[in-house]
Nanobody, 126 residues
């Protein structure tokens, strides 16, 4: 059974940093394209960042480009999201997601991802 567990969320002031982690089990981690999504109250879930199998390719939403960095450690079955220069509009529940092993591209649609974590809350105050 595939399991994704996010951690590292919390409350922080604008301009500060947070690092999210996503620990995976029940899958051959290195075969999966991974991504972070977020959902703010009253809004739809949106793509934040994605990373390919070998970390050779990454993709970011324009709103986080240059501030957030996605990475993965296949030896530890863990993905990370380093969030710098946080803004109040970054406040949301952050979800990690994994695609199916036959998908090789980084999709920005949530429908491209089969497995999801339970989410971790990030709150940024001004």
């Amino acid at each position: 059974q595939v399991q994704l567990v996010e951690s590292g969320g919390g409350s922080e002031q604008a301009g500060k940093s947070l690092t999210l982690s996503c620990a995976a089990s029940g899958l051959t981690f290195s075969l999966y394209v991974l991504a972070w999504f977020r959902q703010a109250p009253g809004k739809e879930r949106e793509f934040v960042a994605g990373i390919s199998w070998s970390s050779g390719s990454t993709s970011y939403a324009g709103s986080v480009m240059g501030r957030f960095s996605i990475s993965r450690d296949n030896a530890k079955n863990t993905m990370y999201l380093q969030m710098n220069s946080l803004k109040p509009e970054d406040t949301a529940v952050y979800y990690c997601a994994a695609s199916e092993p036959w998908i090789s591209y980084i999709g920005v649609d949530s429908g491209n991802y089969a497995y999801w974590g339970q989410g971790t809350q990030v709150t940024v105050s001004s």
